[in-house]
């Protein structure tokens, strides 16, 4: 490991976050690196600094404090060594493994396409982690929004962000629309037009997989009852479709103990509803107009419903799936709508990339938008914490924003490494903060007989709520 980086030297009082067979090790004065972002990513980080400080303060009276460390990236790394992710700062996040950053500027013309999509590439951060709740007093448009309470985790290194793309009128988009024809799409009624972009979009059982893994660990760990797969499946079969299958395939082989699929719980269930059901009429109720289809289909149903009660009728009947965790799927279009008018029925959404990315965003807005909304990316051995909005370099350096995404944000990692006890002391004095209507100008204006104050002065007010 580098004693310095950027020509910044280490902390002496502190220790890096180190990461053995599978578990972070966690000393009492940690070395975590931050990035405190463009725009209004200065008055943000001064405030949520100063938040986390105070925490850890009092919930562990000395014993325990984060060593923060300055790494660079964005305008400010710019302006300092001309390049806007320079290589010590990703070998700071890849040593320290744990770290935090505000929202940053994406460069405009050329080079890295975005700075968070490269973080997270360059580290594999395979996982992006987007809780979505309600805190109390939080303005919102929908009536009920404390309903929503889901976590979402984003497979975040492949899909479109990974993907491959020929500008229309180019000779590599030319040569690819002329192999698809001539070639691939040579006997079917299938024609790219000549005149189009094209894109290619990779999703691989590999990245599927590892996603979907975590998201039923943590779904394990956490206590909740049901992971969904997201999917566009019906009409991208072979690449959001197989997200879906892979995902099942996931949870019936690896957690077979621990999850039931939706339709294996349909199968159970109509057991112990009718212990004398034969498999053709389960079969009939778990697929209405069965009569209708080929004999075949038939028979790869009564196939299925007879290995589910084979394989799992002992471990998981007799009501027993009920104690289980519940993996099913849902069209991806379908489920803006669930969220909305069934969010109780949602807990864990495991998404591939592009998916998620829409997602999260449309969640966050039920509960009171990006501005409160936290993130994580998250891989093997690192993590990095983040803001989930953008720099909004209009309000840069006049202390109005809102800082919640990155105080909460802050709650993330200190609940990651373990430091619940502080976790906790944020979040509930930022609830307090905003139940006193002692807020931020978005939300002040959306709240009747609330007091706006700036930046400073709201995190000033959630430490004194400690």
């Not at 050329?110 to 590439?121: D, E, F, K, Y």
């Not at 024609?191 to 660990?217: E, H, M, N, Q």
């Not at 993130?375 to 924003?401: L, S």
């Amino acid at each position: 490991m580098q004693t310095t980086y950027n020509g910044l030297s280490l902390p002496t009082d502190g220790q890096p976050i180190e990461y053995s067979n599978g578990q972070f090790s966690v000393p009492d004065h940690p070395i975590i690196p931050f990035i405190e972002g463009d725009g209004t990513g200065r008055d943000i980080w001064k405030a949520s600094q100063r938040v986390f400080d105070a925490a850890v303060e009092k919930a562990y009276g000395g014993k325990r404090s984060i060593k923060w460390f300055e790494i660079f990236a964005g305008e400010k790394a710019y302006k300092q060594f001309s390049n806007w992710l320079p290589d010590d700062s990703v070998n700071a996040a890849r040593d320290l493994r744990v770290s935090i950053k505000g929202p940053l500027t994406t460069p405009v013309g050329g080079g890295i396409r975005s700075l968070n999509v490269a973080l997270r590439q360059i580290l594999d951060l395979y996982s992006c982690v987007r809780p979505v709740k309600y805190y109390q007093g939080v303005p919102s448009p929908v009536k009920h929004p404390e309903k929503l309470d889901i976590v979402l985790f984003r497979e975040n290194t492949e899909d479109v962000y990974s993907g491959v793309e020929f500008k229309q009128g180019s000779e590599d988009a030319a040569r690819l629309i002329a192999f698809l024809n001539d070639d691939l799409l040579s006997k079917t009624k299938k024609k790219v037009r000549t005149d189009s972009g094209v894109g290619i979009k990779p999703i691989s059982i590999f990245g599927t997989k590892r996603l979907v893994r975590y998201a039923i660990k943590q779904a394990i760990e956490l206590g909740r009852k049901t992971v969904t797969l997201v999917h566009k499946g019906n009409i991208q079969k072979f690449t959001e479709g197989a997200f879906r299958e892979w995902g099942y395939e996931v949870a019936t082989q690896e957690f077979r103990e621990q999850t039931v699929t939706e339709r294996e719980s349909w199968i159970l269930g109509n057991v112990e509803a009718n212990p004398g059901i034969t498999v053709e009429q389960n079969a009939a109720l778990i697929e209405p107009g069965l009569e209708f289809g080929t004999q075949g289909f038939r028979d790869e149903l009564y196939a299925e419903v007879k290995g589910v009660l084979d394989s799992i009728g002992k471990t998981h009947g007799n009501g027993a799936w009920k104690s289980k965790i519940l993996v099913n799927d849902r069209i991806a279009d379908s489920i803006f709508q669930q969220i909305i008018i069934r969010p109780s029925d949602y807990s864990i959404l495991a998404t591939s990339n592009l998916n998620g990315d829409y997602i999260s965003d449309a969640a966050a807005a039920q509960v009171g938008g990006l501005g409160i909304a936290p993130g994580a990316n998250i891989g093997d051995g690192y993590a990095v914490f983040e803001a989930t909005h953008g720099t909004a370099p209009k309000y840069a350096d006049k202390d109005v924003i809102n800082p919640g995404s990155v105080i909460l944000s802050g709650v993330m990692l200190l609940d990651f490494i373990g430091w619940k006890e502080a976790a906790r002391l944020v979040e509930n004095s930022l609830e307090k903060t905003i139940v006193q209507k002692f807020v931020t100008y978005d939300f002040e204006r959306q709240t009747q007989g609330a007091t706006k104050v700036g930046t400073s002065e709201f995190a000033t007010r959630i430490i004194g709520n400690m």
